[in-house]
């Protein structure tokens, strides 16, 4: 089996950070209630950074850590919900800004789960041969996209961006599940321009499309679902996916999941049998930042040491859309 390689890593973590305490001075809430349900206590803020911005810096960092340059770069794929633009896409801003002439640039949109379907993405065009060197990156802008006088979300999110660049390893551990239930759409929403144009006439088409009917700019989350949801699909995203290589899940050393609740991966942790020891966890510096939840979290356990090279690792993301996937594989 082919397998991946971690070769460098990077982050861009946004100068301001915003409390608990912050949070209960703008709406009705505390440090306690927030902390006690979340695992939160702080978080950090854009201060006018672009999201393709924090994109670049971290992709910068995680090119030099590999011992790389940008024209070593073959394939890049940038995973967000916080675009700055429709187009051009971010990782076409991220090509120009790390100087990779020779790399393609793709787009994806799976919210929390992006950057592991990114990496699952980026194997796949590895093992055809024709791709070397891979840049998986998860950016978000997602403060933006929240609604401040809603304390049920707006205390949720953090901003940042990190990287990974990934080649091919022959013969080592590599496992991965992916999927999604449109079913659950409805359950977290932020809807975009509307269509509009000169020639629309007042009589417009309107189509039921099943999501809640807000005109708003601003996300909504049925907490409930995404909770059901959630606890349900990181058990069973880990479990698809070390069942297709017989692989036990004891023998994880470490797992790094998404960042959306401390109460959701204590679950999915009694679920699979493994103790929290095993899980990675930062969202008590960062917050949930959807798709760069993930590689936040790993570039810190690789930085810090808690992930070391023969470790057998995995990578799991849940969010929006309904999207779940996992990818075990060998650090």
């Given at each position: 089996m082919s397998g991946i390689k971690i070769l460098g890593t990077g982050s861009y973590i946004p100068p301001m950070v915003v409390t608990n305490e912050d949070f209960a001075k703008i709406v009705e809430t505390s440090d306690e209630w927030i902390k006690t349900r979340t695992g939160m206590s702080e978080r950090r803020?854009?201060?006018?950074?672009?999201?393709?911005?924090?994109?670049?810096?971290?992709?910068?960092?995680?090119?030099s850590a590999a011992g790389l340059d940008g024209a070593d770069i073959d394939l890049i794929i940038a995973a967000s919900v916080s675009p700055d633009y429709s187009f051009p896409s971010m990782a076409c801003?991220?090509?120009?800004?790390?100087?990779?002439?020779?790399?393609?640039?793709?787009?994806?949109?799976?919210?929390?789960?992006?950057?592991?379907?990114?990496?699952?993405?980026?194997?796949?065009?590895?093992?055809?041969?024709?791709?070397?060197?891979?840049?998986?990156?998860?950016?978000?802008?997602?403060?933006?996209?929240?609604?401040?006088?809603?304390?049920s979300t707006c205390v949720l999110f953090?901003?940042?961006?990190?990287?990974?660049?990934?080649?091919?390893?022959?013969?080592?551990?590599?496992?991965?599940?992916?999927?999604?239930?449109?079913?659950?759409?409805?359950?977290?929403v932020c809807r975009n321009i509307p269509p509009h144009n000169a020639f629309m006439p007042e009589e417009r088409i309107k189509i039921d499309d099943g999501l809640p009917s807000t005109n708003d700019p601003y996300m909504y989350m049925d907490g409930k679902?995404?909770?059901?949801?959630?606890?349900?699909?990181?058990?069973?995203?880990?479990?698809?996916?070390?069942?297709?290589?017989?692989?036990?899940?004891?023998?994880?050393?470490?797992?790094?999941?998404?960042?959306?609740?401390?109460?959701?991966?204590?679950?999915?942790?009694?679920?699979?049998?493994?103790?929290?020891?095993?899980?990675?966890?930062?969202?008590?510096?960062?917050?949930?930042?959807?798709?760069?939840?993930?590689?936040?979290?790993?570039?810190?356990?690789?930085?810090?040491?808690?992930?070391?090279?023969?470790d057998k690792a995995a990578l799991v993301g849940f969010g929006a859309g309904l999207t779940y996937g996992a990818v075990i594989f060998e650090y």
């Open positions: 803020l854009s201060q006018g950074e672009p999201t393709w911005y924090m994109g670049a810096y971290a992709s910068k960092e995680a090119v801003m991220i090509q120009r800004e790390i100087g990779a002439p020779n790399a393609m640039a793709i787009d994806v949109n799976c919210a929390c789960s992006g950057f592991v379907y990114g990496v699952d993405m980026a194997r796949r065009y590895l093992a055809t041969g024709d791709v070397h060197h891979a840049l998986v990156v998860g950016c978000e802008n997602l403060t933006k996209l929240a609604d401040y006088s809603d304390r953090g901003d940042g961006a990190a990287a990974a660049v990934i080649g091919l390893s022959e013969g080592t551990l590599y496992s991965s599940f992916l999927g999604a239930d449109g079913n659950g759409a409805k359950s977290m679902e995404v909770y059901k949801f959630a606890i349900k699909a990181l058990p069973d995203a880990l479990s698809n996916a070390a069942a297709k290589i017989n692989f036990d899940v004891n023998a994880l050393d470490l797992v790094i999941p998404h960042q959306a609740n401390i109460r959701i991966i204590e679950t999915a942790a009694q679920k699979i049998g493994l103790p929290m020891e095993r899980f990675y966890l930062n969202i008590h510096k960062y917050g949930n930042t959807s798709s760069a939840s993930v590689p936040l979290a790993l570039d810190e356990a690789i930085r810090t040491g808690r992930l070391k090279r023969g």
